[in-house]
């Protein structure tokens, strides 16, 4: 099992940063393909960042390439979201995600069904 927990969001302006955390136990990265996915209400879960499994490469949805970072501490196994230029539209409940088995080396999963674990989420407000 592994447990993820988020922490870091909250109201900005836009044009502003944010820096979301996602602390996993269980499990370390090293062993994971991970993710960060956003909803906003009454649309489905959307793909925004996330590594292949043992982090080898990393995958932008072309929404947030060029302002969004995903980066990782190996020994805080937290894996992070920068989130610069910040846009109303990048107004969601943020979720970090996790998918255990090696078949996703050299992949990165982009779809909620590839994921087996979820975080609570954290809401990212972006004020015009």
């Known amino acids: 099992q ?6 870091g969001g909250g109201l ?13 136990s269980g499990r370390t990265f090293s062993n994971l393909a991970v ?6 209400p009454g649309k489905e879960r959307e793909f925004v960042t996330g590594t292949s499994w043992g ?5 932008y949805s072309d929404s947030v390439k060029g302002r969004f970072t995903f980066s990782r501490d190996s020994a805080k196994n937290t894996m992070y979201l920068q989130m610069d230029s910040l846009k ?3 107004t969601a409940v943020y ?8 078949y996703y080396i050299g992949r ?6 590839e994921y087996d674990f979820w975080g609570q989420g954290t809401q ?5």
Do not use: I, K
Not at 35 to 40: A, D, E, H, S, T
Not at 55 to 59: E, I, N, P, Q, R
Not at 108 to 113: C, I, S
């Open 95 to 102: 979720y970090c995600a996790a998918r255990a088995d090696r």
């Open 2 to 7: 592994v447990q993820l927990e988020e922490s």
């Open 55 to 59: 982090g080898t490469s990393t995958t």
């Open 88 to 90: 109303p539209e990048d």
């Open 35 to 40: 993710g960060w996915f956003r909803r906003v």
């Open 108 to 113: 990165t999963p982009q779809y909620v069904y």
């Open 12 to 24: 900005v302006q836009a044009g502003g940063s944010l820096r979301l955390s996602c602390a996993a």
């Open 124 to 128: 990212v407000t972006v004020s015009s």
